[in-house]
Each structure stands twice: as C-alpha cells, then as structure tokens.
C-alpha cells in the first residue's frame, strides 16, 4: 500500500472513529479489525491467512480448462452441487447438510438471526473472531460471555460454559482451532458440552467455527470436522484462511436439522440471493485440489512457527506465548513485569514508525498487552525481518 493509500484508509477509519463509542448508532458495534482491510503495512503480522492464493495458480487446476464459458448467472439457493459435494467429504456429511454463505462471517449472521430471538440467549467462548459476538449482538441477542484466560492456555473452561447455561440458551459458539489463541477444543470437550447442552439447555445449538482445522504444520493431520458429530453440532469454515483465498468469499455452514437447514437458506436468499457462480466454480476447484495447495503451505507454517517460537524464546524476558496447535495465528502477550501501562501504549503507538502491523487483543475481547500474530502471511524471507522490527519497537519503547 502507497503512503497516499494508508493516509486514505487512516482518514476513512478516522471517520468512524469520530462517532465511537459514545454516540455510535450503528447495529453491529465498531471493531478496529475492519482496519486489516484497508491497511497492510510491509511487515504485516496482524493477518491470520496463510498467503494469498493468485488467480493464475487457481486457473492452473485441472477442471478449469472451460472457465470462460461460464455462464454468470444467478447460482442456487443453497450453493452450487459440485461445491456442497467437496465440502461434504471434507466434513463427512451428505452434500444436503452443506449451505454455501460468503465467507464464514455470513454464516454467523445468519445463525444470530435465525437461530436466535428476542428474549433468547447465546453463550460465547472469547476472545473470539469479533463478528461471532457483534453479528449476536447486532441481532439483539443476550450474550453470555465466558472469557478464557492466557494464564490456562485459552483452554475451553466447561464449568464456565455450563454455569452460563440456561433454558433461554438457543446458541453456544466457540471455534477450535480459536482465532486469535489458534488453540483447539478436543472432541472429548465437545462431547461433555453437548452433554451439559442436552441437561440445561436441551433447545440449543453448538456453532462450532472451523475456519482453521486444515492448516496445520508439516507432516500433522487435520483434525476431522466436528460437523458429523452431532445432530446439534452446526459447523463453519470457508476458503480463506488455511487455503489463502479468502478473496472468493466463499464459505459454508453444515447443518443437520432440515428445518433450520430451509430457514437459513430463506435468510440468505434475502440477503444475498445467492452466491457467485464464478467464485463457487472456483473455490469447488480448489477444494478438490485442497492437498495440492495444502501440502506445500504446511511446510511452510512449520517452518515459520519455528521461527517464531525461536524469536519467543530469545524475546522471554518481554513477550510470553501460547503455542498454537493450528491456524497460522496465535496470541502473545507483553509481560507486566518488563512493560508497564505507559509502555504498553506507547508499543501501540510506535508500530507504524517499524512499519509494523499487529492484531491488538482489544479487538477479541482480551487487553491490549496480549497481541495476535500471524505468522503464514508474509512470504518466509521476510517474517525474520518482520519479527526483527517487533524486537526493536521493543527497544524503543524501554528508551
């Protein structure tokens, strides 16, 4: 992004800014992650995608050959066949189960509205993906919070879950791998909330977000989707993160009950219509080519958590760290007891001198001592470089 181009989006962001909090009108409530969409300074750390996919190596999957005489019309209500099929098999469900969304935030939208009405409540694991909350809140939704603690890990804390449990429960949200901990949730856990789920809140569902399960490090398998799991399981995942295309804005969520199945696929047809065709088309080539671009970028996440995990180590003394377990995120946090308060927002405000981007836990739910850091996105020459400017950002700060 050119100097003239971050000064624009600084101003248009400047502009929202203006009006929040006190006098904010707006439904959904603001979140500075909407900044990640209009800045992306060189050492971009605050990305939790692997890099981006080109145009040119999708058109290279076989399949594609014919892609011109694709006919852009409407797509269908609940997301082109071939498409339902590949995340089908992923997900081990029937291709019927699959309603395509754009992206995995669609999804949520549709789920707080859908599922939920005046008077209900939903329980939420955070820090989570901002729109898991604010799509809930902006449908009006009572939201129970149950905060997960860096000092556990981000581990899921069922006691908390349950004591949040209530006849008025319709939705329980969390997300395994978790953005922005890239922490993930044992079937074993799922199984005793489903269990709590069916004693106190036997009319509710488990949204389960799954946007990172495939990407994973070197040689490790992915997890097997929790979509199958359950009849009250409803999963979502898409294309944009372990993949690197997120834009296709394609997504999808799997969802057993027939009924809510034709409810949501109502919803997105009111809102959306339908999905792209063109991007459809594609991400159906990409998901069956899923091992071809999933393999080689594996690799290159394990040898950036590597990395990583080396500059945490030489870094002890101010940074500590949660080891992600998936996803090419994960959370860090300045120690209390080499940065104070001052210092903490004097690191925020030094970022950009270091040409530095990362993804404050504010926007999570979590202090602005702890920070996401995407460590896939930037090309593997690069993260060194990127992660030297972090070291001395810290250097300026303690000057």
Not at 96 to 120: K, N, P, W, Y
Request: glycine share 8%; proline share 4%; aromatic share 6%.
């Amino acid at each position: 992004m050119t100097a003239v181009q971050e000064s624009l989006a600084d101003g248009r962001r400047a502009n929202l800014r203006e009006v929040t909090p006190s006098v904010w009108r707006g439904r959904f409530p603001y979140n500075e992650i909407i900044s990640l969409l209009d800045v992306n300074r060189p050492f971009n750390l605050a990305e939790s995608t692997s890099q981006d996919l080109s145009f040119g190596e999708l058109l290279d999957f076989p399949g594609l050959e014919n892609i011109r005489d694709l006919k852009l019309g409407y797509g269908t209500s609940a997301g082109a066949l071939a498409l339902r099929q590949e995340i089908a098999d992923a997900c081990k469900v029937s291709a019927e189960h699959v309603i395509t969304t754009q992206g995995t935030a669609l999804g949520l939208f549709l789920l707080a509205f859908e599922v939920c009405r005046s008077g209900d409540e939903a329980v939420l694991a955070t820090p989570c993906f901002p729109p898991s909350r604010d799509c809930l809140l902006g449908a009006g939704v009572t939201v129970r919070e149950v905060k997960l603690s860096f000092e556990s890990g981000y581990r899921l804390d069922l006691n908390q879950i349950e004591a949040n449990l209530t006849s008025k429960t319709k939705l329980v949200s969390i997300a395994s791998p978790q953005n922005p901990s890239g922490v993930r949730t044992s079937r074993a856990d799922v199984e005793k909330l489903l269990g709590s789920m069916e004693r106190l809140s036997p009319h509710a569902l488990l949204f389960i977000d799954e946007t990172y399960r495939e990407a994973t490090y070197g040689d490790d398998t992915a997890a097997e989707s929790f979509a199958s799991l359950d009849p009250r399981v409803v999963t979502g995942a898409s294309v944009s993160k372990a993949l690197g295309a997120p834009g296709l804005r394609t997504g999808w969520l799997t969802v057993a009950d027939a009924e809510l199945r034709s409810r949501l696929t109502i919803a997105k047809m009111n809102t959306v219509i339908s999905g792209s065709v063109l991007d459809e088309t594609l991400a159906a080539a990409l998901l069956r080519h899923r091992e071809r671009v999933l393999v080689p970028r594996r690799r290159l996440l394990a040898g950036a958590l590597q990395e990583l995990s080396d500059w945490c180590q030489g870094e002890h003394s101010r940074i500590e760290w949660i080891r992600p377990e998936g996803g090419a995120l994960c959370c860090l946090r300045l120690r209390a007891d080499a940065l104070d308060d001052a210092a903490v927002s004097r690191f925020w405000s030094l970022l950009p001198q270091h040409d530095l981007q990362l993804a404050s836990g504010k926007w999570f739910g979590e202090s602005d001592r702890v920070f996401r850091l995407g460590f896939g996105y930037l090309p593997p020459a690069r993260l060194g470089a990127a992660l030297a400017a972090l070291s001395s950002s810290l250097d300026a700060v303690a000057e």
